[in-house]
């Protein structure tokens, strides 16, 4: 198999989530250089060249970001190999394991672990909408195995976000095992709204055992 890097050019995925430029080898230093800063060369009415700054740099950054967590996260598609875990148990496990501070306040904030839920919950529409359409499915379209597979870039994308020195998400995030249960779905229907559920769950246990925003 080809790395997750791959298959997302393949079925044209990171197009749909607007991060589809591409770092080409062949550019100059300087070029590149000048890119980074956002600056962009441009002809004035007399042929001469210059160079200002182009608006967009901010964004093109992000994409080349995201084309780069992309190879991190894994160098395989997952391969829908079943992980066993109890949904309600689990989650619950992993909410009271999470480091507290000195006000007995989880590190981990609601505003972390409620961002991940919402890229949660879009998918899940669109797998909803899938079943809808098709009542006696119990594998996901390709187009949504491979949007379930992009869940594990958010991931990494939250954990390059959090600045705080307690790497409260990384750790959060290793904890409740989410790379590999996410690995675990694969095409399968009923591994993912399982999941869906988990991750709900750990919503829940963080706000029940006092997680919050400072």
């Known amino acids: 198999m080809g790395s997750l890097q791959d298959a997302l050019k393949e079925s044209s995925i990171l197009d749909k989530f607007g991060v589809s430029e591409?770092?080409?080898?062949?550019?100059?230093?300087?070029?590149?250089?000048?890119?980074?800063?956002?600056?962009?060369?441009?002809?004035n009415s007399n042929g001469s060249r210059y160079t200002g700054y182009n608006n967009n740099a901010t964004v093109s950054m992000r994409r080349n970001?995201?084309?780069?967590?992309?190879?991190?996260?894994?160098t395989k598609i997952g391969t829908g190999e079943a992980v066993d875990y109890d949904i309600v148990k689990d989650a619950e496990d992993v909410i009271q394991s999470l480091k507290r501070d000195n006000h007995n306040t989880i590190d981990l904030k609601t505003n972390q672990i409620r961002k991940f839920l919402n890229y949660v919950n879009v998918l899940r529409n669109k797998v909803d909408i899938y079943c809808?359409?098709?009542?006696?499915?119990?594998?996901?379209?390709?187009?949504?195995?491979?949007?379930?597979?992009?869940?594990?870039?958010?991931?990494?994308y939250l954990v390059g976000r959090d600045t705080d020195k307690s790497n409260a998400v990384k750790k959060f995030v290793e904890k409740a095992g989410l790379l590999e249960k996410i690995a675990a779905i694969g095409n399968n229907i009923a591994r993912f709204n399982k999941f869906c559920k988990f991750v709900e769950a750990l919503v829940a246990f963080h706000k029940f055992y006092g997680g919050r925003d400072r």
């Open 22 to 43: 591409k770092i080409h080898p062949e550019k100059t230093e300087k070029h590149n250089y000048q890119q980074q800063r956002g600056e962009k060369s441009y002809s």
């Open 65 to 74: 970001n995201v084309n780069n967590l992309a190879e991190k996260v894994v």
């Open 132 to 156: 809808a359409k098709n009542l006696m499915a119990t594998t996901l379209s390709p187009e949504l195995t491979m949007e379930v597979e992009f869940l594990r870039v958010n991931i990494v």
